[in-house]
């Protein structure tokens, strides 16, 4: 006979609840959005421009994590004047982040040399869903407006990290940067859309805008 007090294992799996079923994988949008609003006065008591860079990266990344659309950078009222040879803390942290947030293959022809940015190339990419590989297949992607005439029909052409630049589905200025739907069809040309279309269909964190206010 089977012991006291056991339950038979058909008793216990009647007994035991089911397993929890896997979640499965959402493609809703998002319409909110999530602002962050810091100091720039920050990265003041950072002692070297390494350190001023780290901290920015820092939030950087960490607005990535947690899927932040804005970042608002204001000035405290307190905030010590900068240095002669420094920027100031808000100026410093809005120009780095808009570096960071932008993606690596756009970054030399949008952003000039300035001596904020030197420290930049120690910094860890953020990985981001608008920063995606060449070999990545994606709905989406970050372009810019090429210097060259497009094709015969009247297009524009778009760098937007692939070998070869893309067709887009209207003339615009060149250096102009876009957010693009890449075509689902060989031949067809990729349509400029709002930065916010990935976020709103797709629920993607499409990267976060960088506004420099007073206060808050």
């Known amino acids: 006979g089977r012991a006291r007090g056991v339950p038979s294992p058909a008793a216990a799996s009647a007994a035991a609840p089911p397993p929890a079923a896997a979640p499965a994988a959402s493609s809703s949008g998002r319409a909110w959005t999530v602002s962050l609003a810091l100091p720039g006065s920050i990265v003041d008591n950072a002692q070297t421009q390494e350190l001023r860079s780290h901290l920015v990266g820092q939030v950087a990344r960490a607005a990535t994590i947690f899927n932040v659309d804005e970042i608002v950078v204001f000035s405290s009222d307190g905030a010590s004047p900068a ?112 930065p916010r279309e990935p976020r709103e269909k797709l629920g993607l964190h499409w990267g976060f805008s960088v506004r420099l206010a007073k206060d808050l």
């Open 83 to 194: 240095a002669p040879q420094r920027t100031d803390g808000s100026v410093f942290m809005a120009r780095l982040l808009q570096y960071l947030e932008c993606p690596q293959y756009l970054r030399k022809a949008i952003f000039p040399m300035h001596p904020d940015l030197r420290c930049v190339g120690l910094l860890a990419p953020l990985d981001a869903a608008n920063h995606p590989r060449a070999t990545e297949q994606c709905a989406y992607r970050e372009g810019l407006i090429s210097e060259k005439g497009g094709s015969k029909d009247g297009r524009s052409g778009a760098i937007v990290g692939l070998p070869k630049e893309v067709s887009v589905d209207r003339r615009l200025p060149a250096g102009t940067r876009v957010t693009v739907r890449m075509p689902s069809r060989p031949g067809e040309p990729a349509a400029v859309v709002p």
